[in-house]
């Protein structure tokens, strides 16, 4: 990967590339909190029979809205330089990144420890909701339990690896 990394840097791209990076890292940790809303909100109203796309899109605007900064601190703020490093006999590149300013970069770690936390609590919600309409409808249909108890199970593992990812991003 020594000759990639060397020629991005090269021919410069490493800016857009990073920025590519770091949209599509915000728009994952978002898309999670507004996943885990929507599975709340269809067993919530799934009486009701209806599909409401406008919260879709609404969820695709905060998304975008919440990255802007940290692609504002990316783009102004900060630079990305592969450096060089030889180990062994071995060529690697190390990434560094300069730094003039961190203001966008703690606003963007604010709403990063937001909205994992909504994140945990939305999924905490939607298992204690799944629980107690699992008593309230103990044997009427267990097809329908069955796919209650896979969404359960999706939920846990979903957020133990989203706050496994969040742990690694703080440290």
């Known amino acids: 990967m020594y ?5 991005i840097q090269g021919i410069g791209l490493v800016k857009p590339i990073t920025l590519l990076y770091i949209s599509c890292g915000c728009v994952a940790l978002h898309t999670s909190l507004f996943v885990a809303l929507n599975r709340l909100k269809v067993m919530m109203y799934s009486r009701l029979k209806q599909n409401n796309s406008k919260t879709f899109y609404i ?6 809205f919440l990255s802007i900064p940290a692609l504002i601190h990316t783009s102004f703020f900060s630079a990305i330089e592969y450096r060089p490093i030889h180990f062994h006999n071995i060529s690697l590149v190390y990434p560094i990144k300069i730094q003039t300013d961190e203001t966008f970069q703690i606003i963007n770690k604010i709403i990063s420890n937001v909205v994992s936390l909504a994140t945990l609590v939305v999924n905490l919600v ?46």
Do not use: M, Q, W
């Open 3 to 7: 000759g990639f990394y060397t020629t």
């Open 59 to 64: 969820s695709i605007l905060i998304s975008c």
């Open 126 to 171: 939607l298992v204690r909701f799944i629980v107690k309409e699992r008593k309230l409808f103990y044997g009427l249909d267990d097809r329908k339990h069955s796919a209650e108890r896979g969404l359960v199970v999706y939920s846990i593992v979903s957020y133990v690896f989203h706050i496994l990812f969040f742990i690694n991003n703080v440290i």
